[in-house]
């Protein structure tokens, strides 16, 4: 069986025509790299529990890339972040230009939605899936706790309204990602809603780290603009860097006396992946 990795780059979006730059751009920051997290995420579900399934559901796990990735290249945009530098590279705006980032996001996008359609999986399973990443990444998530963001920068929020962006925009697809994996492994609701919640908790986790990476770390520590974060509702500006790392701390160990209560094979695989994250904030 090959690997999620090559899978992905075998795998890329594909748009040929006599346009000079999308095609190209099209894979340009999916083969830039990134941690493949949340891709991760729910194929160690599967693995746990279905693993003749993990291959079959690799079209899934590369649409939850897509998704994210298509958000990273709107976020980093003049009219958002304004950032040009993403996983080590120039953002999309930077090496091709505005047009081409969006249409490209865009793209990604919709194509997500396509993957998930074209899976060789049973429609019972991808019915739900469609319905999980949609909402999750779109109008119930990702897209609205953007719109959170940009729309209050310069303003400060209160504490549970910052709890509340960051769990839309980080922490829903992240705790889709797992739920998604529950559903291709014919998990049942319960279980489905347990892991859903743990990805709440690790969603916050992992937007409080980056706060601090974007707080403490260099650009080209970081792999992508840093210091950028000085108008927007981070956890920094609002606990600061102290507050922020107790608060990661407390997350950190609540995510691991939850990953203590799943079964072995769960536990088994989680773990390996996860370890990394429950520490980075500390050194």
């Not at 003749?52 to 290249?73: F, K, N």
């Not at 980032?101 to 469609?130: E, M, Q, R, S």
């Amino acid at each position: 069986m090959i690997g999620f990795e090559e899978y992905l780059r075998t795998h890329l979006p594909s748009a040929p025509s006599f346009h000079p730059t999308f095609d190209e751009a099209l894979g340009a920051m999916l083969l830039a790299g990134g941690k493949r997290f949340r891709p991760k995420l729910l194929l160690s579900v599967v693995e746990a529990y279905t693993p003749l399934l993990v291959e079959g559901a690799y079209p899934v796990a590369m649409a939850v890339e897509m998704l994210h990735t298509y958000s990273l290249i709107h976020d980093d945009l003049p009219v958002m972040d304004d950032a040009d530098l993403r996983r080590g590279e120039p953002t999309l705006h930077k090496r091709f230009d505005e047009v081409t980032a969006v249409l490209v996001g865009d793209a990604l996008n919709t194509h997500t939605f396509y993957l998930i359609a074209d899976a060789p999986l049973h429609n019972d399973v991808k019915v739900p899936l469609v319905k999980e990443l949609a909402f999750n990444g779109g109008i119930g998530g990702m897209v609205l706790g953007q719109a959170i963001d940009c729309h209050f920068e310069g303003e400060k929020l209160r504490a549970d309204e910052v709890d509340f962006l960051h769990e839309c925009k980080t922490g829903r697809l992240i705790a889709a990602s797992l739920k998604m994996g529950a559903i291709i492994a014919g998990l049942d609701q319960k279980m489905q809603e347990a892991l859903y919640g743990f990805g709440l908790d690790l969603g916050l986790l992992f937007q409080i780290q980056d706060d601090i990476i974007d707080a403490t770390q260099s650009r080209e520590t970081a792999g992508k603009t840093t210091g950028n974060d000085e108008a927007k509702n981070s956890y920094i500006n609002h606990y600061g860097l102290e507050g922020s790392i107790e608060r990661a701390d407390a997350l950190s160990r609540k995510v691991r006396e939850n990953l203590e209560s799943f079964d072995a094979p769960l536990k088994e695989r989680l773990e390996p992946l996860l370890t990394h994250y429950l520490n980075r904030h500390k050194g």
